[in-house]
């Protein structure tokens, strides 16, 4: 079962984000080890700090975040100039570093300044939410729910591969073809893969 991580700066006190976060990550145990890891934020003691103490707050927080990123670990960057992607595409990217023989994918949030310039560099995709700014509070719940949303492409898709020729019904009528907590989101790709060789088995077969 592939595991992903959150990694990101802070702790959220706001209880609807809490409480949206916490129903996320208890559906993902279904399909994959989801985390999220809370490091503490660098204090700044000025109420308006100058560039240099910003810098200085991006570096040590950047530093905590890299303890944490192990070196074959698939490492997404959370940062306005990343790349857009749409929820389909973030599916295939979680597919592929799977596929590619990535045990852990990390998507990294930074603090209230953003990330440090070493953490994007270890990243092996920078992402963007959006043109707009969000609280990075908001970005993790945001981020939880597009993940689960991706898992969620997979059970639609493990049901409309699941369709029986010789009965002309869908086989999510019968259990066995329905992911339960149990399934790992590897075992889904490879049940995906052995119903389209049936599929494919049975239209050849028709044909003679």
């Known amino acids: ?13 706001e209880k609807y984000f809490t409480d949206a ?6 559906r993902l145990t279904a399909f994959c080890k989801f985390n999220i890891i809370e490091l503490s934020e660098e204090r700044i003691k000025s109420n308006i700090p100058n560039r240099s103490q910003i810098d200085e707050v991006i570096f040590y927080e950047g530093k905590r975040i890299m ?31 799977s596929v590619s023989g990535k045990s852990t994918v990390d998507f ?12 994007k560099k270890r990243a092996d995709v920078r992402l963007s939410m959006s043109r707009m700014t969000f609280p990075h509070q908001m970005a993790r719940m945001i981020l939880s729910e597009q993940i689960y949303r991706v898992y969620q492409h997979y059970e639609r898709k493990e049901e409309y591969f699941s369709y029986d020729l010789k ?3 869908f086989q999510k009528e019968t259990a066995s073809f329905l992911p339960s907590r149990e ?3 590897e075992r889904l790709l490879e049940k995906d893969r052995q119903l389209r060789a049936a599929e494919a088995e049975a239209g050849v077969k028709a044909k003679k």
Do not use: F, H, R
């Not at 990123?69 to 979680?94: N, R, T, W």
């Open 183 to 185: 399934d790992s989101y």
């Open 1 to 13: 079962m592939i595991k992903i991580n959150i990694i990101c700066i802070g702790k959220i006190k």
């Open 67 to 97: 303890q944490k990123i192990s070196p074959s670990d698939y490492v997404v960057a959370m940062c306005i100039e990343g790349k857009s992607m749409s929820s389909e595409e973030l599916s295939k990217l979680i597919d592929n570093a």
């Open 21 to 26: 976060i916490a129903e996320y990550a208890k």
């Open 167 to 169: 009965t002309e019904k």
């Open 108 to 119: 990294i949030i930074g603090g209230s300044y953003g990330l440090d310039e070493s953490v």
